[in-house]
């Protein structure tokens, strides 16, 4: 019986707008479909949204024959997910010898409008013990918010 041995990767992107951030993922994906690229190395890279891998390929192709850039995707958060997975071997035994049977990617690409604007992201943390918190929770939670550097102003309530 199979196992289901899938390592999972995040991975967010961030730059100004014009920075580059969708033709890198462009570039990754796209370079990954070449049938040199397949031939030569021993995993393959599958977009798990086929949608995205032909826009990816479709940017690729314009880059490399003809230095066009992909269109900006202005206030638009994308999110591509690509499974990458090794090629079976002549031998039928590559679930011996591999930790894992694929990576499945997780590829953020945030907007660089996020960035090119004013931006204050305000966090709220609360915490609640049915009998309190002990001398010692509290100064480690202190230690870590000083550290953390939150509002100094907060703090503990009784």
Not at 48 to 60: E, F, H, I, T
Not at 66 to 71: C, F, G, I, K
Not at 111 to 133: C, Y
């Amino acid at each position: 019986m199979a196992k289901n041995r899938k390592i999972e990767q995040q991975i967010a992107v961030f730059g100004e707008s014009g920075s580059g951030k969708t033709v890198l993922v462009s570039s990754f994906y796209g370079a990954t479909q070449q049938q040199a690229y397949k031939a030569e190395h021993p995993y393959e890279v599958v977009a798990d949204k086929q949608s995205q891998g032909r826009s990816l390929y479709q940017a690729y192709l314009g880059m490399r024959g003809s230095a066009t850039v992909p269109l900006t995707t202005r206030f638009d958060s994308e999110t591509y997910a690509f499974t990458v997975r090794a090629k079976d071997s002549p031998q039928g035994d590559d679930d011996k010898r591999r930790p894992f049977d694929a990576v499945q990617i997780a590829w953020h690409d945030y907007p660089g409008e996020w960035f090119a604007q004013d931006l204050e992201i305000t966090i709220d943390i609360q915490a609640s013990k049915s009998d309190g918190f002990d001398e010692g929770e509290v100064r480690t939670i202190s230690e870590n918010a000083r550290v953390l550097k939150f509002d100094p102003s907060s703090g503990f309530e009784s």
